[in-house]
Structures are given as structure tokens and as C-alpha cells.
Nanobody
Framework: QVQLTEWGGGSVQAGGSLRPSCRAS?????????MGWVRQAPGKEREGVAT???????DYGDAVKGRFTISKDNAKDTVSPQMNSLKPEDTATYYC???????????????????WGRGSRVTVSA
């Protein structure tokens, strides 16, 4: 059974940066995979933030393009979005998501991913 563990959320002032991370365990990682992040702010719908495939291809939601960069460390089985120039509207719970073998990198497909973490809170103050 795959488990996703997130850490590195927190609070920051507008304009600051955060770099949460997610580690996948319980999978050989020997094949194709996709990992990404979804966020949900109170009272709002879930939103795809970023995705990355095992081949290194990546995609981003429109709200974060140019500010967030997702990367992966295959040796550590971790994925991290570098979140820069944070805004109060980035405040949300960020969920790490993953899928294996048959998955799609485009961020609008992220909701199809099978495995979800418990979420990590990010708060950006004005």
C-alpha cells in the first residue's frame, strides 16, 4: 500500500517562500509514476497546483505559473514544490497526490491520481 507523507508547510508573510515536500513509501518506484500537489482553501473548490512525471515533465496551474517550481529527488522518493512570491490567496491545505504506471502529467488530470496525502497547511499573511 502506497503512503504519502507531507511536511514543510507553515506560515509566511506575503512575498516569502516555502518548500513543502512529500515522500512516497510502499512502492518500488521501478516504473512510471506521476506526483503532484492539490490545494484547497476554506470554502473553495480543490485546485491543481503542479504535477511532475517520472520523465521529469511538469505542469502547473495557472494561478502558480512563474512562481512555483516542482522538482523530484528519485533517490529519496520525494517531490517538492518551491513556492516563491507567495500571496495571501495561496493560503490553503496542500495535498500531495500520486499515481503509478498509467497516469497523466497535465495538471487538470491530477484529480484522477489514486493516492492522496493527509495535507499540509500553508498560511500566507498580508
Amino acid at each position: 500500500q502506497v503512503q504519502l507523507t507531507e511536511w514543510g508547510g507553515g506560515s509566511v508573510q506575503a512575498g516569502g517562500s516555502l518548500r513543502p515536500s512529500c515522500r512516497a513509501s510502499g512502492n518500488s518506484y521501478g516504473g512510471s509514476y506521476c506526483m503532484g500537489w492539490v490545494r484547497q482553501a476554506p470554502g473553495k473548490e480543490r485546485e491543481g497546483v503542479a504535477t511532475i512525471g517520472s520523465d521529469g515533465s511538469a505542469d502547473y496551474g495557472d494561478a502558480v505559473k512563474g512562481r512555483f517550481t516542482i522538482s523530484k529527488d528519485n533517490a529519496k522518493d520525494t517531490v517538492s514544490p518551491q513556492m516563491n512570491s507567495l500571496k495571501p490567496e495561496d493560503t490553503a491545505t496542500y495535498y500531495c497526490v500520486a499515481d503509478f504506471v498509467f497516469c497523466s502529467v497535465p495538471v487538470d488530470r491530477v484529480f484522477e491520481y489514486q493516492y492522496w496525502g493527509r495535507g499540509s497547511r500553508v498560511t500566507v499573511s498580508a
